[in-house]
């Protein structure tokens, strides 16, 4: 089965430093979305790409946040610098168009000290 | 605003049981719905996809219905079982007036117990 790629799975840090996380969307989608979820908030859509392209990321802190697709195989969401209200659990989806849905990742579950 | 409710937020039933959960969406426009199961500590599984063409989707013992001119979808789970148990998400894929683009909301979910 044809999967989505998060890494890593688990990742801790301490407050202030700079954290990277990446998605390998399934071969062929050109839709990737970014999601956080957290058990006050559920999941909140932080950006969205379409043929590499950001569509929306008004989600997404912009002082601290940013999102990127540097290639078709690649979406990457980084925090600097990370604070401990950024822990959450990131998701990345990825699907072909509008209509066929979309399938996500297993998640980077991010815990900030 | 493009807002996806899910009632009730939890529910506890006795194994055998059928039952329905629940999701409104704000806005008609809209490509599709999808329903997801998240257990514990994992990912988003995807259930069912109905189109906004169509009224209702099936798989097994699971039947989504999707109302999209008052704003509801129903996700129906005949037979209940144990291993039922996990988080059920509604994803509304809204149509946004710029560009073809999309929006994705997902409620808060609701969180089933099915009980031996």
């Known amino acids: 089965d044809a999967r989505v790629t998060q890494t890593p799975r688990h990742k801790v840090t301490e407050m202030g430093q700079e954290v990277t996380m990446r998605c390998q969307p399934i071969?062929?989608?050109?839709?990737v979305f970014w999601y956080r979820q957290t058990m006050m908030q559920g999941l909140e859509l932080l950006a969205y790409?379409?043929?590499?392209?950001?569509?929306?990321d008004s989600g997404m802190p912009k002082d601290r946040f940013s999102a990127e697709m540097p290639d078709a195989t690649l979406a990457t969401l980084k925090i600097q610098p990370s604070e401990p209200r950024d822990s959450a659990v990131y998701f990345c989806?990825?699907?072909?168009?509008?209509?066929?849905?979309?399938?996500f990742g297993s998640g980077t579950r991010l815990t900030v000290v | 605003k493009q807002e996806v409710t899910q009632i009730p937020a939890a529910l506890s039933v006795p194994e055998g049981e059928n039952l329905v959960l629940n999701c409104s969406f704000t806005?008609?426009?809209?490509?599709?719905l999808q329903w997801f199961r998240q257990d514990p500590g994992k990912g988003l599984t995807s259930l069912l996809l109905?189109?906004?063409?169509?009224r209702e989707q099936t798989s097994g013992r699971l039947n989504a219905s999707l109302d999209k001119s008052s704003g509801r979808s129903t996700l129906y789970i005949a037979a209940s079982q144990p291993g039922d148990s996990a988080t059920y998400l509604c994803?509304?894929?809204?149509?946004?007036?710029?560009?073809?683009?999309?929006?994705?909301?997902f409620g808060k979910g609701t969180k089933l117990t099915v009980n031996p």
């Open positions: 071969l062929g989608h050109n839709t």
């Open positions: 994803a509304v894929s809204f149509r946004l007036t710029q560009g073809g683009s999309e929006k994705l909301v």
């Open positions: 806005d008609s426009a809209i490509y599709n």
């Open positions: 109905i189109q906004s063409s169509q």
């Open positions: 989806a990825s699907g072909l168009v509008a209509r066929y849905g979309y399938t």
């Open positions: 790409f379409r043929n590499r392209a950001p569509l929306d």
